[in-house]
C-alpha cells in the first residue's frame, strides 16, 4: 500500500542511513524507530578575508591608487554532518554572504592652486542559501512548479521536515562614481564635486518550487479515536493534509542616485573664517529590471470588492499594465544648505559652529516585494480533520493556476505592497547643527565645551500601518476596551447566532468572504488584510539627538598627556533601523511609538592619558644605585571607557 512517491523517498533517504544501533532503549519503541538513524552532526561557519592595495606615483602630480578586497562568510556542515537526517534529504541549508569590493581613485594637481581627486567603489553583495541538494534526484511529485531544482520538502510531526526548501538569496551591488576639486584663490577655497551611485537590487526565491508536503496522525487514526496514528504512516501511504505550491520569484529594482556639491571656505578675516555651501541630491525613478511589479493604488476602484477604493496596478507592458518599467516617480527636492564658522576674538579662545542639512541614498531594505499577480504561494490544508487528504502523493499537486495574473482584484483577501508614489524615492534626510568653545587655559590645559544636535526626518522604516481599524471613531459597542465589544469585533459573518448582523452591521461588499470578522470589515481596506509600506516605500521615521561635550586635552609636560571627554546626551526615535520594530501600534497617534532609542546612552566618560614614573636616574625618586637603572624611563597609562546603560525594552 506505500504511495509510489513515498516509497521512492524512503528508497533514497536508505542510501544515506546508518543504524547508530542504540543500547539505551528498545528496538521497536517510539525512542529507538525516532532517533536510531539520526546523527548529532554540526555546522562551521568559516570566514576568509583578503585584500590587496597598490599605490603608484605617475610623477609628483599624479598618483593612482586601487584596492581590491574579498570576504566570504559561509555556513557549512561540519565534518559529521549536519544535525539531523544524514544524507541529502537533510534539510540544512548552506549560506553564503560573499562581498568582493573594488575601489581606485586617480590624485592630480593641475597647478598650484587647483587639485581634482576622481575615486570609486563597488561591493558587489551576494547572499545565497541553498540545500545539500540542488535536483530533485528523481523525486517528481505530479503537477508542481519544477522538479529539478531541489527535492521537495517532507513534515512529519515525528521526524520533522526532509528535503531542503530551494535556492533562496539576493544580488545587493552597489556602484559608486565620485569626483572632487578644489580651487585655492586668494582668502577663498572653492570645492565642488558630483557623486552617482547604482544600487540594483534582484532577489530571487526558489522555495517549495518542487513542492512541500506535510502528514499528520489524523489521516491512520482509528475510527473514532483521535491521536492514534502516526504522521509517518500517513507519508508512506502517500496522504497528506497540507500542501504548498510555489512558483519562483524574481524581484528586480535599480536604485540611481545623485549628488553634487559646491562649498566656500572664506577666510574673512585673521580671526574669522566662515563656511558656506549648497549640496543637491536626488533619486530617479526606480525601475524594475524586467517590467514584472506590482503595486497598491488607493484610488483605482477593485471590481472585486463593490468598486471600493483600492486596488493593484501593474508596471511593464501589455493589456492591464502602466506601459512602463517604474511605478514609484523619482524624488528631486534635496537641497542642502550649510552654513559654519571658526571666529578667535581672543589669542585663546576659539567659537565655532555649524548648521546644515545633508541626505541618505534610497536602497531596497524591505527583501523581495510587489511580486503579486507574478508569482504563486498557494498553501491548502485539511478541512476534514483527516477523513480525506489534501492530496495522494501520487497523484500530485491540487490544481492550481499560473501565473501572471493582470488582475487588480489578485491581492484581495490577503496583504498588498505599496510604494506610496513618490515617497518609495524620498531621501531620508538630516538637519544637524552644533556650536562650542575652545580655550586654552594657563599651562597646558585645553578645555572645549560644546553643544550638539541632529534631527532626521523621513527615514527608512517600518511603521506605517494604513489598514488599521481607527479605535476613535468605532462606536461604543465597539469598545475594545470591553470584553463584549473585542468578542464582537472577533466574530465573523457566519456566526450562527448572527451576532454581527443583530448588532446592526453587514459586510461591505458582496464578496466579502462569510469567514471574515467584523474588524476586518471596518477596516480602511476591507479587501486587504494588510496594506504593507516597508519595502521601500515607508519613510516616516523620525529622529531627535541632543548632546553637550566637554573635552579636556592636556599637551605633555612633566611627564603627563592626558585626553578626555565627556557626553551628556538624549536620543529619540520611532526608528531604530530601516527594518524597524513592527507597524505602528496606533496608526492615528504614531506620536504613541517615539521613545528613547535603543542605543542611547545618557552618560559617556572617555579617558587616555600616559604618564611617565618620576623614577630612576635623573628623575625625583629612586634616582641611585642598581635599582634607578631597573626603573629608568617607565611610563604608567590607561584608556578609560565609562558609560550609562542603553534602554531596557519591556515586552
Known amino acids: 500500500r506505500f504511495d509510489p512517491i513515498a516509497a521512492k523517498i524512503v528508497a533514497l533517504a536508505g542510501k544515506a542511513m546508518t543504524s547508530n544501533l542504540r543500547k539505551d532503549v528498545i528496538p521497536g519503541t517510539y525512542q529507538y524507530w525516532q532517533q536510531d538513524y539520526y546523527q548529532s552532526g554540526s555546522s562551521i561557519n568559516p570566514n576568509d578575508k583578503y585584500s590587496i592595495k597598490i599605490d603608484h606615483n605617475l610623477n609628483d602630480r599624479s598618483r593612482l591608487s586601487g584596492y581590491f578586497g574579498y570576504s566570504a562568510q559561509k555556513s ?8 539531523g537526517i544524514p544524507g541529502i534529504w537533510n534539510p540544512f541549508l548552506y549560506g553564503s554572504n560573499t562581498s568582493p569590493v573594488y575601489r581606485g581613485s586617480w590624485d592630480y594637481t593641475i597647478n598650484a592652486h587647483i587639485h581634482n581627486r576622481f575615486y570609486f567603489g563597488i561591493n558587489r553583495f551576494v547572499n545565497a542559501n541553498y540545500p545539500l541538494s540542488t535536483d530533485g534526484n528523481g523525486i517528481c511529485i505530479p503537477n508542481v512548479s519544477n522538479c529539478n531544482l531541489a527535492l521537495p520538502v517532507i513534515t512529519t510531526s515525528e521526524f520533522g521536515a526532509w528535503g531542503g526548501v530551494g535556492y533562496n538569496g539576493s544580488n545587493n551591488p552597489t556602484y559608486s562614481f565620485n569626483d572632487d576639486i578644489s580651487w585655492v584663490k586668494g582668502r577663498h577655497t572653492f570645492k565642488a564635486g558630483y557623486l552617482y551611485e547604482y544600487a540594483p537590487y534582484t532577489g530571487i526565491g526558489e522555495q517549495n518550487v518542487p513542492g ?40 528586480g529594482m535599480k536604485w540611481a542616485y545623485n549628488a553634487m556639491y559646491f562649498q566656500d571656505d572664506w577666510r574673512v578675516a585673521p580671526r574669522l573664517t566662515v563656511n558656506l555651501g549648497v549640496r543637491y541630491e536626488f533619486n530617479l525613478s526606480a525601475q524594475n529590471a524586467n517590467g514584472q511589479c506590482a503595486d497598491f493604488s488607493p484610488t483605482t476602484p477593485n471590481p472585486g470588492a463593490g468598486g471600493l477604493p483600492g486596488a493593484l496596478v501593474f508596471c511593464g507592458t501589455g493589456p492591464g499594465r502602466s506601459g512602463n518599467s517604474v511605478i514609484p516617480p523619482g524624488w528631486y527636492g534635496g537641497v542642502g544648505p550649510r552654513f559654519g564658522f571658526s ?17 541618505a541614498p534610497v536602497k531596497s531594505v524591505g527583501g523581495s516585494a510587489h511580486f503579486q499577480g507574478f508569482a504563486q504561494i498557494l498553501t491548502f490544508s485539511d478541512q476534514t480533520g483527516g477523513i480525506t487528504p489534501v492530496m495522494q502523493l501520487s497523484q500530485g499537486m491540487p490544481s492550481w493556476n499560473v501565473p501572471p495574473f493582470i488582475d487588480p482584484t489578485f491581492g484581495n483577501n490577503g496583504a498588498v505592497d505599496w510604494w506610496q508614489g513618490q515617497e518609495a524615492n524620498r531621501l531620508p534626510e538630516m538637519w544637524n547643527w552644533n556650536l562650542s568653545i575652545q580655550r586654552q587655559l594657563m599651562g597646558k590645559w585645553l578645555v572645549d565645551v560644546g553643544y550638539a544636535a541632529m534631527a532626521g526626518t523621513h527615514l527608512q522604516s517600518n511603521l506605517l500601518n494604513y489598514d488599521q481599524i481607527n479605535i476613535n471613531t468605532l462606536p461604543a459597542s465597539l469598545n475594545v476596551f470591553t470584553n463584549a465589544g473585542r468578542n464582537l469585533l472577533n466574530t465573523a459573518f457566519n ?10 452591521f453587514s459586510m461591505p461588499y458582496a464578496q466579502f468572504p462569510v469567514t471574515s470578522s467584523l474588524a476586518q470589515a471596518l477596516r480602511p481596506y476591507p479587501q486587504y488584510t494588510a496594506v504593507t509600506t516597508s519595502s521601500g516605500g515607508d519613510h516616516s521615521g523620525h529622529s531627535d539627538y541632543q548632546s553637550m561635550l566637554v573635552k579636556v586635552n592636556r599637551r605633555y609636560g612633566s611627564g603627563l598627556v592626558m585626553d578626555a571627554s565627556y557626553v551628556l546626551s538624549k536620543s529619540l526615535t520611532n526608528s531604530d533601523s530601516a527594518w524597524g520594530s513592527g507597524a505602528a501600534l496606533d496608526q492615528y497617534n504614531r506620536s504613541l511609538d517615539k521613545a528613547l532609542s535603543s542605543y542611547d546612552r545618557t552618560h559617556e566618560v572617555k579617558v587616555n592619558w600616559v604618564y611617565d614614573l618620576p623614577v630612576g636616574k635623573g628623575q625625583r625618586l629612586l634616582n641611585h644605585g642598581i635599582l634607578s637603572r631597573v626603573v629608568c624611563g617607565w611610563r604608567a597609562g590607561a584608556v578609560q571607557h565609562y558609560a550609562s546603560g542603553t534602554p531596557i525594552a519591556l515586552t
Open 76 to 83: 557549512v556542515p561540519g565534518p559529521d554532518g549536519a544535525p
Open 212 to 251: 512541500a508536503a506535510g502528514f499528520g496522525v489524523a489521516n491512520t487514526d482509528q475510527p473514532g479515536a483521535s491521536n492514534t496514528g502516526f504522521s509517518f504512516a500517513s507519508f508512506l501511504l502517500g496522504q497528506a493534509n497540507s500542501a504548498t505550491i510555489n512558483t519562483p520569484r524574481f524581484v
Open 343 to 359: 571666529w578667535s576674538p581672543m589669542s585663546n579662545t576659539a567659537i565655532r559652529g555649524g548648521a546644515g542639512a545633508s541626505y
Open 495 to 504: 456566526n450562527s447566532n448572527h451576532l454581527v448582523q443583530n448588532a446592526g
